[in-house]
């Protein structure tokens, strides 16, 4: 019967990376069956913190966030929690050995989320690492399979990875992130004067984070390889998009990927992944 309880919990995580975003999902139902569930594990976690400090505001955030936290290490440490994402994580990091200096980091930058409005260069880059990079590099303990060997290889390409896909969701809810939650992530860019120029040196930045992501999905487990190229190409499709928008239409609408042109990025990925083309 425990059995059972895990396969719930894992089930309540799939549920929650499906209803929270269909491209990541589907990117998910892509990868080998075995790594699906931790993946959506990890999701769900992180999610649920998300949440915590963008949505849950007619709560006590910090007091949600603490005890979430406080929460996690305790599942981890005893290896169960009635919490169903918490437990279903905790049996992902204790069975990939997943560091918790990880996720130290990770509510390290969602309780930047609780008081910060904006951020200097080196503020920047910790939050990016510890609310992106972090969750690339417990997908790729997951994708390396306890081979230390492979973690460290890729270590660098997946925090590259995790670094675009965080800057393309600044770049697409800069308006959400200013109205809404009072935050610029961007250091030295103001939302009332956002210019060219500094969309096009964020764009840059973001330009150099895929590419360096690239090589590293070339070098990924094949077990994973097509899930995360697929996931890859929505985001460089969406960037794409982005870089063809005037930055006043970024600060008055969220861009988006039409649902036939995400299939045709799977199609197309599929093609090319047969082809050995990628």
Known sequence: MLQLFHH?????SRIVAQQYSTSFYSAIRL?????????????????????IVDTFHDYD?????QQ??????EAIGR????NPILNSFQKTVNKYNIDHDLIESFFRSMEFDLSKRTYNREEYGEYIYGSAEVVGLMCLHVFAN??????QQLHGYARALGAAFQKVN???DMKADNNDLSRMYFPGCDFNNFL????????????HDFKQAYEGILKLPVQARFGVYVAYKYYLSLFKKIKRTHPCHILQKRIRIPDFHKLMIVLRAGLKYQLNLL
């Open 8 to 12: 719930v919990s894992e089930d309540c």
């Open 146 to 151: 306890g081979d230390k060997n492979v973690y």
């Open 61 to 65: 955030k910090p007091l949600l966030l």
């Open 31 to 51: 990868l080998h069956k075995d790594l699906r569930a931790p993946i959506c594990n990890i999701y769900g976690f992180v999610r649920f913190a998300d949440e």
């Open 170 to 172: 600044f770049l697409r």
């Open 79 to 82: 290896k169960i929690s009635l």
């Open 196 to 207: 060219e120029k500094d969309k096009k040196q964020i764009e840059l930045d973001i330009q």
């Open 68 to 73: 979430f936290k406080k929460e996690t290490y």
